[in-house]
C-alpha cells in the first residue's frame, strides 16, 4: 500500500515539475527568463567553439562599412569619363 502512495506521488510531483517548467520556459516575461537563460547557456559549456562562433556571426550582424568622413578642404580632382571613347580623364594637381 505504501508503494502505491508513493509511486503516486512520484507521479504527481513529477507532472507538477514538468508542468511548471514548461510555463517557466514558454512563458514571456521576467517570470521565466532565469531558468531559459541557465538552459540557454549549456551550449557555452558544453561546446564553447560553437558558442564564440554563434557570437561572431551575431556581431557580423551590427558590422558597418568604415568610411573616412569628407573634410571640407579636400579637393579631389573631378575624373572625367568618356564612355564613347573609352577614355578617362583625371587633372594634374597644381
Known sequence: M???VVIAATVVVCGLV???G?????T???RGSGASDALGNFIDVFDPARARADLDLKSH????????SPDDDDDHPVWKVD???NQVKIPRHR
Not at 22 to 26: A, E, G, I, N, Y
Not at 61 to 68: I, Q, T, Y
Open 22 to 26: 514548461t510555463k517557466m520556459l514558454t
Open 2 to 4: 505504501i508503494l502505491v
Open 83 to 85: 564612355l564613347h571613347r
Open 28 to 30: 514571456p516575461g521576467s
Open 18 to 20: 514538468f508542468w511548471a
Open 61 to 68: 550582424k551590427n558590422m558597418g562599412e568604415v568610411l573616412p
